[in-house]
Every structure is written in structure tokens, then in C-alpha cells.
């Protein structure tokens, strides 16, 4: 039976399969749950980001377009899924609506990240995201992406 440790490499090993960005700007830690048309992924914010040297100093919160961004790439996640996992398909952000940020993020927080499909017409995406602290709404948007044909890796 694998340790711990080993199953946080593999689920790291996962998220990276899936999607083509990297550090600094991979905003996705772990995939708690994936089935069709629902994903759930945790993003761990530490004082370490690099965005916290500059983004209110003596104050640290995670930008709100950071949070945006890691709802758009559990999105991706979820659409890559659905598609089967082609390394051939990318998701570009196409569109935010009804974005609200209800709460601050700050180090030591996790964001538990939720996305649903609302529909799909292939190449175009909506879906729901709302990013939480706990039990505590901290953002929420609707996503749109258009799915394109295009080796990134």
C-alpha cells in the first residue's frame, strides 16, 4: 500500500498530465474529485507565493484574479476530463460573469475549488466555480472557454 507521500506525488503527477502550466503559475495543488461534469481541487496558499512579496506586504492577500485563475484551471481539469484527456485540446478563457469575492484569502488559507459543467457545445464552455475557505464562500464566477487544437507541452 503506497504512503502519503506517494499519493500526493501521483495526485501532483495527475493535475500535471492535465494541464500545461507550471510553477509560479500552476494554481492547482490536488484533484479531490473528478467525475463527469463535476471537479474538486485544492489550491494551498503559503506565505512562500511570489505574489505575496509585492500584493500588500504587511497585509498578504491572494489577488482576485489569482483566484480566478485557479477556478479557470480546475475548469480546464474538468473540461480536459470530459474530452478524455487529449493532450491535443487546450481551454482558453473566454468570458467571466458574475464574479464576486466574498472573502479575503490569505497565507495558510486552502481553497477548495468546485466546478460544474452548466453546458457545453463543442468548442464552447460554461460552467459555475466557486472557490471556498472552509465552509466559507470565498469567490464565485461563471466561466466561459473555447477548447482549441494546439500542443502546449
Same mark, same amino acid.
Given at each position: 500500500?503506497?504512503?502519503?507521500?506517494?499519493?500526493?506525488?501521483?495526485?501532483?503527477e495527475r493535475v500535471l498530465g492535465l494541464l500545461p502550466h507550471?510553477?509560479?503559475?500552476?494554481?492547482?495543488?490536488?484533484?479531490?474529485?473528478?467525475?463527469?461534469?463535476?471537479?474538486?481541487?485544492?489550491?494551498? /496558499?503559503?506565505?512562500?507565493?511570489?505574489?505575496?512579496?509585492?500584493?500588500?506586504?504587511?497585509?498578504?492577500?491572494?489577488?482576485?484574479?489569482?483566484?480566478?485563475?485557479?477556478?479557470?484551471?480546475?475548469?480546464?481539469?474538468?473540461?480536459?476530463?470530459?474530452?478524455?484527456?487529449?493532450?491535443?485540446?487546450?481551454?482558453?478563457?473566454?468570458?467571466?460573469?458574475?464574479?464576486?469575492?466574498?472573502?479575503?484569502?490569505?497565507?495558510?488559507?486552502?481553497?477548495?475549488?468546485?466546478?460544474?459543467?452548466?453546458?457545453?457545445?463543442?468548442?464552447?464552455?460554461?460552467?459555475?466555480?466557486?472557490?471556498?475557505?472552509?465552509?466559507?464562500?470565498?469567490?464565485?464566477?461563471?466561466?466561459?472557454?473555447?477548447? /482549441?487544437?494546439?500542443? /502546449?507541452?
Open positions: 500500500m503506497p504512503d502519503n507521500h506517494d499519493n500526493k506525488v501521483s495526485e501532483l507550471r510553477y509560479p503559475f500552476l494554481l492547482v495543488d490536488r484533484i479531490l474529485e473528478l467525475s463527469k461534469g463535476r471537479v474538486v481541487t485544492i489550491k494551498n /496558499v503559503t506565505f512562500n507565493e511570489p505574489y505575496f512579496a509585492g500584493h500588500f506586504p504587511d497585509h498578504p492577500v491572494m489577488p482576485g484574479v489569482l483566484i480566478v485563475e485557479a477556478l479557470a484551471q480546475s475548469a480546464a481539469i474538468l473540461a480536459l476530463n470530459e474530452v478524455g484527456g487529449d493532450p491535443t485540446r487546450l481551454f482558453m478563457l473566454t468570458g467571466l460573469d458574475k464574479v464576486r469575492f466574498r472573502r479575503r484569502v490569505i497565507p495558510g488559507d486552502q481553497l477548495r475549488m468546485e466546478v460544474k459543467i452548466l453546458k457545453f457545445h463543442r468548442p464552447l464552455w460554461r460552467m459555475q466555480a466557486v472557490a471556498r475557505v472552509g465552509d466559507e464562500l470565498a469567490a464565485e464566477a461563471e466561466l466561459s472557454a473555447m477548447e /482549441v487544437e494546439e500542443q /502546449v507541452r
